[in-house]
């Protein structure tokens, strides 16, 4: 098709199978691929691995795509865009470079784009008067008592597009907000205008027309089939669903596929369910390039597994940039123990009620909060879960009962299970229970979102040949 | 008469850290035109008990015939810290569509 780019989703999150996107690389379905690796929390979990090994930092699936996507796409003359640089981009491309090399791969370029970590930059901030807000509750930065772990700005399209001019193959970013990974390759392709304070109406549509196929690509398979209760009982494989491939063409409309080799479906309902994904104001659709309508939106089926989706239009960007600060919060623990018919449910609150009692006789006052939830009844909807009847629940023929405490200090989650395990024969009878099922002291994380003035944020571009990295 | 909200929807939800937004997709151009009358946001906050300690707003997306709830202080304080088991909301979908309306 003339005047068209292919851009596909390869992988929709830190961890997800890259099994579709080498598929599409092997097929040569796409120009492009992008892979979007950073959900909300996904850098306090880097920032977990960067606290054990300063080298690490970055999403370390990428250690196994440089084995096999990487080589692919190259070979193929795909390029990949990724965010999956997380904390220590750099650290990225040594580490893939290192890879690539043991491959004969020297040539590849990779881009690494940094400037959005404002770790070190926080007390400066304050200093110079902003008091870094949290846009949920209004509340200022100065109250905060727990410690940084991270503080990333979520910045936009135009650093991927300077990138991909430069002769990128490879892009590994950091905090590039996820639908500008895709915007960046078509204000690249062709050659809309970005970071421009006066773009025409027309310039603007386009751009959100490109966001617009980002949001629709960053969740991999969610837009071809996957979690769907549009496309419910899903009558197609699951096992080899085929991830999105939008064919972009320049006005900003979009026809989305999939390989025709693939399981899964690609539908004007899959294409609506992932249109609403973690959206707000779908009238004010806020990215760091621009606003973004979508109630104009249209969504046709052309063909099987071919849908055209077009119509988006643009604001002007925001001043500011969303920044997220992730703090440490403490710790929680949590358990999972089963009891069994009969009187399941009995079982449970009896064990409950001990756990409770040794809890308040052993005096672990650092327990600052605990939650009992029962597997198969209210695990999951809590209190807003719809009740059993009581002739339901006395021929249950299972109950799980999930422990969950949040606490400060690691000696406390240690010594809350500890102080429990006599139940296993001290309990109700049949308490069913493996270590596994649970964890003492996981991380307790919160982020705090707050704005800054884009002026603050400028992002970097290092481009060159993988064997650069190398040193 | 009333019918559960999955006979005339499909819905989907997801987080952005306490707020957790419910995307409701009507499955007729006529079921569109009930779920705008019936399912109010009062209803949807209701129906979560206190699983949502914030409001609820509607927003109405005609062109995909689809409303689009936002719930915050939904996600007890967001994924990364939450003690749920559901810590993203991804079954604020499911919960929502056992909800009963009138047609």
Redesign the interface.
């Given at each position: 098709m003339p005047n068209s780019v292919r851009i596909a989703a390869g992988q929709g999150f830190y961890g997800d199978s890259p099994r579709a996107a080498i598929t599409i690389a092997l097929q040569r379905g796409a120009d492009y691929i992008i892979h979007d690796a950073l959900a909300?929390?996904t850098l306090?979990i880097l920032q977990k691995d960067r606290q054990k090994d300063p080298s690490l930092g970055y999403a370390r699936d990428l250690e196994f795509t440089a084995y096999n996507l990487i080589p692919m796409c190259y070979k193929n003359g795909i390029k990949l865009v990724t965010n999956s640089g997380g904390l220590n981009p750099y650290g990225a491309a040594k580490k893939v470079s290192e890879i690539l090399n043991k491959q004969g791969i020297k040539d590849l370029k990779i881009a690494v784009i940094t400037g959005d970590d404002v770790f070190d930059r926080l007390n400066d901030f304050q200093a110079n008067g902003l008091t870094l807000s949290n846009i949920?509750t209004g509340k200022p930065f100065s109250e905060v008592n727990f410690p940084v772990t991270h503080a990333n700005v979520y910045v936009g399209a135009k650093s991927i597009a300077d990138a991909l001019a430069q002769g990128a193959d490879l892009i590994l970013a950091g905090r590039v907000a996820d639908p500008c990974l895709t915007l960046g390759i078509l204000a690249h392709h062709f050659n809309w205008a970005l970071d421009d304070e006066n773009l025409s109406q027309e310039g603007l549509n386009k751009l959100a027309c490109g966001i617009t196929i980002g949001h629709l690509l960053e969740c991999g398979g969610q837009a071809s089939g996957g979690?769907?209760?549009?496309e419910?009982p899903m009558d197609y494989p699951l096992h080899n669903l085929g991830y999105p491939i939008a064919t972009v063409f320049a006005d900003g409309s979009a026809v989305f596929s999939k390989l025709e080799i693939e399981g899964g479906c690609v539908t004007k309902?899959t294409i609506?369910?992932?249109?609403?994904?973690?959206?707000?104001?779908?009238?004010h659709y806020i990215t760091p390039d621009v606003v973004v309508d979508?109630?104009?939106?249209?969504?046709e089926e052309v063909a099987k597994n071919q849908v055209r989706v077009s119509?988006s239009l643009g604001k002007p960007r925001p001043e500011n940039l969303k920044l997220c600060i992730?703090l440490h919060?403490g710790f929680?623990s949590?358990m999972i123990a089963f009891f069994s018919w009969p009187c399941a449910y009995e079982k449970c609150q009896k064990f409950i009620q001990a756990v409770k009692d040794i809890w308040a006789n052993a005096g672990l006052s650092g327990i600052e909060?605990a939650?009992f939830?029962l597997?198969g009844l209210n695990?999951?909807?809590?209190?807003?879960?719809?009740s059993a009847s009581p002739e339901v629940l006395s021929e249950m023929n299972e109950i799980g009962v999930?422990l969950?405490?949040?606490h400060s200090d690691t000696k406390t989650g240690s010594m809350a299970f500890k102080s429990i395990v006599c139940l296993g024969l001290n309990g109700p009878p049949g308490l069913t229970a493996i270590p596994g099922w649970g964890k003492e002291n996981r991380t307790?994380?919160?982020?705090w979102?707050t704005l800054i003035p884009r002026k603050l944020v400028q992002t970097t571009v290092h481009c060159a040949k993988a064997s650069e990295y190398l040193q | 008469m009333k019918v559960r909200l999955i006979e005339i929807a499909a819905a989907r939800s997801g987080d952005k850290n306490d707020v957790c937004n419910i995307g409701v997709l009507a499955k007729s151009a006529e079921a569109y035109q009930i779920l705008k009358k019936q399912l109010t946001p009062e209803l949807v906050k209701a129906h979560f008990g206190n699983l949502i300690q914030g409001q609820v707003i509607r927003y109405e997306w005609d062109s995909i015939e689809a409303l689009n709830f936002v719930c915050f202080q939904a996600l007890d304080g967001g994924a990364s810290r939450s003690l749920r088991m559901d810590t993203l909301g991804k079954n604020f979908s499911s919960h929502l569509l056992r909800l009963e309306i009138e047609i």
């Open positions: 909300e929390l306090s949920d979690n769907s209760y549009a419910w309902n609506r369910e992932q249109l609403v994904y973690e959206i707000h104001d779908p009238s979508l109630t104009h939106v249209t969504v119509g992730g919060e929680m949590d909060r939650e939830q597997l695990g999951i909807h809590g209190e807003a879960a719809i999930r969950v405490i949040k307790l994380l919160s982020l979102p | -």
